[in-house]
T-cell receptor, first 114, second 117 residues
Framework: DAGVIQSPRHEVTEMGQEVTLRCKPI?????LFWYRQTMMRGLELLIYFNNNVPIDDSGMPEDRFSAKMPNASFSTLKIQPSEPRDSAVYFCASNQMGSYNEQFFGPGTRLTVL | AQKVTQAQTEISVVEKEDVTLDCVYETRDTTYYLFWYKQPPSGELVFLIR??????QNEISGRYSWNFQKSTSSFNFTITASQVVDSAVYFCALSELDTTSYDKVIFGPGTSLSVIP
């Protein structure tokens, strides 16, 4: 398997623009997670899905952030409008069957909002 | 509430030295899982080990070893004869097993290890 795939790997945008991050989980995994990593706050869980259904979005910082999972092989995290404080590395991860299994992380998307 | 503490923010060692990364966790549950992940300078997060709360046996994998002690709520990670390639940020993580719902994994703040040649 190719592992978790994220695109783009790097994104530079200007404040106010819409940003869409993409993730393809490992085939057969039924959980998908979006994390944000910053120096100040470390690794934060933003939202996770089970069988394409959002289960917990309490980590989503504000309404400018939204995530979808239209099918088992694709998820997006959208920021609209983006702000400089959204600059971070965004990771997507997937796993199978629950919290007792390790999560497999994608390579991350480094987002810079100018 | 769940919490993972990694008190060592940064550690520097000289190559071939042994180094121990500390992890202390808090949980109210009797059933839980602990993890260690490695994040090398390239940025990806790599799974190293999973331990469940019923298994307190220490584990060794090559130069890596883990010491799980429920009495002190600690899950420490030791690298023997460190190498430059061990330079990375290491995260300890905790998840509680709930039979009715999924419990998210809580990551510690990470320890940045620098191995100097």
């Amino acid at each position: 398997d190719a592992g978790v795939i994220q695109s783009p790997r790097h994104e530079v945008t200007e404040m106010g623009q819409e940003v869409t991050l993409r993730c393809k989980p490992i085939s057969g995994h039924d959980y998908l997670f979006w994390y944000r990593q910053t120096m100040m706050r470390g690794l934060e869980l933003l939202i996770y899905f089970n069988n394409n259904v959002p289960i917990d979005d309490s980590g989503m910082p504000e309404d400018r952030f939204s995530a979808k999972m239209p099918n088992a092989s694709f998820s997006t995290l959208k920021i609209q409008p983006s702000e400089p404080r959204d600059s971070a590395v965004y990771f997507c991860a997937s796993n199978q069957m629950g919290s007792y299994n390790e999560q497999f992380f994608g390579p991350g998307t480094r987002l810079t909002v100018l | 509430a769940q919490k993972v503490t990694q008190a060592q923010t940064e550690i520097s060692v000289v190559e071939k030295e042994d180094v121990t990364l500390d992890c202390v966790y808090e949980t109210r549950d009797t059933t839980y899982y602990l993890f260690w992940y490695k994040q090398p300078p390239s940025g990806e997060l790599v799974f190293l080990i999973r331990r469940n709360s019923f298994d307190e046996q220490n584990e060794i994998s090559g130069r890596y070893s883990w010491n799980f002690q429920k009495s002190t709520s600690s899950f420490n990670f030791t690298i023997t004869a460190s190498q430059v390639v061990d330079s990375a940020v290491y995260f300890c993580a905790l998840s509680e097993l709930d039979t009715t719902s999924y419990d998210k994994v809580i990551f510690g703040p990470g320890t940045s290890l620098s191995v100097i040649p």
